[in-house]
């Protein structure tokens, strides 16, 4: 199973971006897809996660509100839509996937992509 995530970028604080993580190299049916982040020095941050049915989404507190995940299963590709950006939202972002319900544990997920850097400046 292969991750590739691409979108970010530079952006000044209350802009938008949107992620995407497109998944090869399996079959994705049943599978959880999840967004963390990583700040220098800090650990690895739960974002949101999406079951595959899209029947359930989850959110980290920090960015309920602003951020939407969302996917696309005719394409294996997950999105994370981020809105009203602010500096403390800086940070290597990765998407992930595990079979099974999507977990808001990083520890939990096997399959990890490289990560996109999105930088948000004041």
């Known amino acids: 199973v292969q991750l590739q995530a691409s979108g970010g970028g530079l952006v000044q604080a209350g802009g938008s971006l949107r992620l995407s993580c497109a998944a090869s190299?399996?079959?994705?049916?049943?599978?959880?897809m999840g967004w963390f982040r990583q700040a220098p020095g800090k650990e690895r941050e739960f974002v949101a996660a999406v079951t595959w049915s899209l029947q359930s989404t989850y959110y980290g507190d920090a960015v309920k509100g602003r951020f939407t995940i969302s996917r696309d299963n005719a394409k294996n590709t997950v999105y994370l839509q981020m809105n009203t950006l602010k500096p403390e939202d800086t940070a290597v972002y990765y998407c992930s996937t595990r079979a099974g319900w999507p977990s808001l544990r990083p520890g939990d997920y096997v399959y990890w992509g490289r990560g996109t850097q999105v930088t948000v400046s004041s």
């Open positions: 190299g399996g079959t994705f049916s049943n599978y959880g």
